[in-house]
């Protein structure tokens, strides 16, 4: 499944319904949960071990000004195109808003 989160704040109970190996795309000012040093790196990573790949959009990280190096490692930084490919890899897609 790949979820597309763009809730904010983010409800704790969203995150505890991602599946090991489920994608994720964290959206708009959600690109911060993706940042070190968060109160939510240690979620993050832990949804990582699981095998789930995380992913924001270079919009957003722009939008928002957050620089490349901020990001916790192995956080993908996809365009648009990239999205929309993406989302043709999962047959299921969730959005949380």
């Not at 409800?11 to 991602?18: H, K, N, S, Y």
């Not at 959600?30 to 919009?59: F, G, P």
């Not at 990280?61 to 043709?88: E, H, N, Y």
């Amino acid at each position: 499944m790949l979820h597309l989160i763009m809730q904010t704040p983010l409800d704790v109970a969203v995150l505890e319904r991602i599946a090991s190996g489920d994608g994720i795309v964290l959206m708009y000012d959600n690109v911060w949960l993706a940042c070190l040093e968060n109160q939510w790196q240690e979620k993050i990573r832990h949804l990582q071990q699981q095998l789930c790949k995380v992913y924001v959009l270079s919009d957003d990280v722009s939008l928002f000004g957050v620089s490349k190096d901020k990001l916790l490692a192995d956080v993908d930084v996809i365009d648009r195109p990239q999205w929309v490919t993406l989302t043709t890899q999962y047959s299921v897609i969730k959005t949380w808003h």
